[in-house]
């Protein structure tokens, strides 16, 4: 079957799912397969649990009047999704970047939905799947959606861009993250800006940080309304006022200077909400109803939060990280007012040829820190020449351990990892 003959059904049947313990009743369930799992072997259990149709392309599989055969289920995703995308024609704005892709989603959503029937990418589904999933979430009633779209190699901004067709797009920064995939900090801005190349070859429009010199240089032939964090530039200026830790901005609207007190930890923030701040602006949004709506955001899923413990209070942001986005919470903890502040930081990950060279560059920016105690995390940062005073630890698990053992209190404390290091799991420890 062609994804033009399945979206019938879809309308009939408008839920997705490709978790084959999931399965909500009526839903069609599509047979993904990856490294590790092949779908296909669960259509009939999918069919069981109470799934409308399951989508295969094993035909050995296709045992059942309920189970359709298409020749590849991951394109046939991609391109039902493209094509309900085409019969909705909504406007769709495209979020990317090195960091802060997930805050900048959440900040612009909270922001557009108090006008637009909006919906947006849930968590960080940001992949050629994820995308496809928001794009087929989309109803008859919905005015307007935010897509993220996530890259690790050349290309993939650009293949989402050829199934979301979006009208806008956002680049919140360009930075040293995924170098294993892209080659170099290079790659990392040809990547990103193929979002550019794509809308201006649509005619749609991007907004822009005039501030930032990667991406300036890369938007010169496409519609863009610009911000800026420079009054050296042109577009709505914004300010950081204070962020102790909580990030305190001002914004310079048509009538006057606008103060927003946000719920994000850090002055790196400030872009991101900026770039909310403006995208609201731009679409009609009264500058009080922004303010409030990004005051009213709280971050999760440890990004930018501060918790308070029974002992400490923690900076945790140990959602990703790579250099640029390391650096910068480093730079921005040194100017918060603590008694005792301390920083646990854990690996970098998919930094490929250059991993060594990146950690061993974090580690000699900590040397210059007055920090009353720093805690690594990983085998990359363990390869690293560090200070005596500096401790180690090959896991979170052994780091947890040893919290157990020796008890801290009274600290303020930065935690900042790849996903993949798990540092969430010290938390209890603290």
């Known amino acids: 079957m062609t994804p033009e003959e399945i979206y019938p059904m879809f309308l009939n049947h408008p839920v997705v799912t490709i978790d084959s313990r999931r399965i909500e009743k009526d839903s069609i369930f599509f047979a993904l397969k990856g490294d590790n799992f092949n779908g296909n072997a669960f259509a009939l259990s999918a069919l069981e649990a109470g799934a409308a149709y399951a989508v295969v392309d094993e035909a050995e599989l296709a045992v059942h009047e ?21 019969k909705l024609a909504i406007p769709i704005l495209a979020i990317t970047g090195t960091n802060g892709k997930t805050t900048t989603k959440e900040l612009v959503s909270v922001v557009l939905s108090k006008k637009y029937n909006l919906i947006s990418t849930k968590g960080n589904l940001n992949n050629h799947i994820g995308v496809p999933l928001t794009l087929l979430s989309l109803r008859p009633e919905t005015e307007f959606a935010v897509v993220e779209m996530g890259a690790n190699h050349p290309g993939e901004i650009e293949e989402l861009c050829r199934i979301a067709l979006p009208d806008y797009g956002l680049i919140t920064n360009v930075g040293r993250a995924h170098l294993e995939g892209f080659g170099s900090f290079e790659g990392v801005i040809q990547t990103k800006t193929e979002l550019y190349r794509y809308l201006e070859q649509k005619g749609g429009t991007i907004f822009i940080n005039n501030a930032n010199p990667y991406l300036s240089g890369k938007a010169e032939k496409v519609n863009k309304v610009g911000y800026t964090t420079s009054r050296l530039f042109d577009g709505l200026e914004g300010e950081t006022v204070s962020a102790d830790p ?15 007190k946000t719920q994000l930890v850090g002055s790196y923030n400030l872009e991101n909400a900026l770039s909310a701040t403006a995208i609201g602006h731009y679409f009609g949004v009264d500058p009080t ?78 040397s210059t820190l007055k920090l009353d105690l720093v805690y690594l995390v990983g085998p990359n940062y363990l390869a690293c020449k560090t200070p005596e005073q500096f401790r180690h630890f090959n896991q979170s698990a052994d780091l947890a351990l040893f919290l157990q053992q020796h008890c801290l209190s009274d600290y303020l404390l930065l935690i900042k990892g790849s996903r993949g290091m798990k540092l969430e799991t010290i938390r209890p420890e603290l």
């Open 66 to 86: 309920k189970i359709i055969l298409v020749e590849n289920v991951l394109s046939t995703l991609q391109k039902l999704a493209r094509l309900h995308r085409q």
């Open 246 to 260: 909580m990030l305190v901005f001002k914004t310079l609207f048509p009538k006057g200077w606008l103060y927003i």
């Open 289 to 366: 109803v922004i303010a409030h709506a990004i005051e009213s955001y709280k971050p999760d899923n440890n990004r930018s939060q501060m918790v308070v413990t029974e002992r400490n209070r923690i900076l945790m942001d140990a959602y990703n990280a790579n250099p640029s986005s390391t650096r910068a919470a480093l730079e921005n903890f040194v100017h918060i007012a603590a008694p005792k502040k301390g920083v646990i930081l854990g690996d970098m990950l998919e930094l490929g040829a250059v991993s060594q060279e990146e950690h061993q560059k974090i580690i000699d920016f900590l």
